[in-house]
């Protein structure tokens, strides 16, 4: 990697016009993981640090976490800690280091659209949007994550956009030791309506793009829960997916590890919703 140029754009104005007048420019928030990329071609890099994108606020409806807030950020912050049962600061918590927590961006994370981004399960069942320069696009993180090119080239992710809501939210990492990547990662969110499961969502992650398993959901919604239902979902959570082996473990460990993760999750977030 040769850097001819690093850049500390004022506004995002700014960083979009020098992105656009250089070519082979890569925007930087943590660098963490652009570190880690030796085959690309960066000539420019630009470094969206000082655009003041770090803010995390509570509005009525929404909060707002800016691109650039870091992990470890997501982990002090008192109002990520108690929005939904702390889930984000929980996801955030179980990425890597506190070294590396303290560098790498929430904004940094989702945008490298990789299996092992922790966060990326818990926003997805929690509606999560982003808000992207230069119109002020909204997307939800779903489909920014199942399409490649939701993100146009020099785009900038500005803002996650998070709906207040009221209901169980569980966050689960399996992993070898405290540093490692996750085997499985996974969240689940519960609202009930008395007993009526209102409102689901399964996220899972961690070998494949974070996504949601809608078939499972359908299990659920609309119905009065039992032990019963969440063990048909949680299997049906194991047969919706491919899993894959790695040096780290074979295809069926991941499918097995999937489906109690997911009974064990939903329990938790049902137990937690009837808090609510
Ligand atoms: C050793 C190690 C272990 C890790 N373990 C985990 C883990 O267990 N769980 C986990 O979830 N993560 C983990 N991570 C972090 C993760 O893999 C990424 O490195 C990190 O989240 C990237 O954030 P960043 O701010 O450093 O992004 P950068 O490296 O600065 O950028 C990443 C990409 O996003 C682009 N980009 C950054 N910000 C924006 C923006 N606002 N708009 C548009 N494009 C943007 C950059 O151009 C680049 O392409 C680990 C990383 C390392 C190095």
Known sequence: MKIKNYFYPKNLKEASLIFQENEESYY??????????????????????????NYIQLEKNFLKIGSGAALQELVDSPIICQFLGGIISISALGCA???????????GALVTRGSWIDLACA??????????????????????LLDKKALKTGEIVIEIIIPCTSAGANFIKFKRTALDLAIINLATLIKLDNSICKEVKIALGGFTIP??????????????????????????????LKFISDFKVSADYR??????????????????????
């Open 97 to 107: 280091a506190l070294q590396l927590r303290n560098m790498a961006t929430i904004g």
């Open 28 to 53: 930087i928030a943590g660098g963490t993981y652009l570190n880690g990329l030796k085959n690309l071609k960066i000539q420019n890099l630009i470094d969206l640090s000082g655009l003041n994108l």
């Open 255 to 276: 499918k097995d590890l999937a489906v109690i993760l997911t009974k064990e999750s939903l329990l938790l977030s049902w137990e937690k919703a009837k808090c609510n």
């Open 211 to 240: 996504l949601r398993i809608k078939e499972a959901e359908n299990i659920l919604k609309s119905q009065v829960l039992s032990e019963n239902l969440i063990n048909s979902a949680a299997e049906k959570v194991g047969g919706s």
């Open 123 to 144: 926003l997805l069942v929690l509606d999560a949007k982003l808000k992207i320069f230069p119109e002020d696009k909204i997307i939800s993180l779903e489909d920014y």
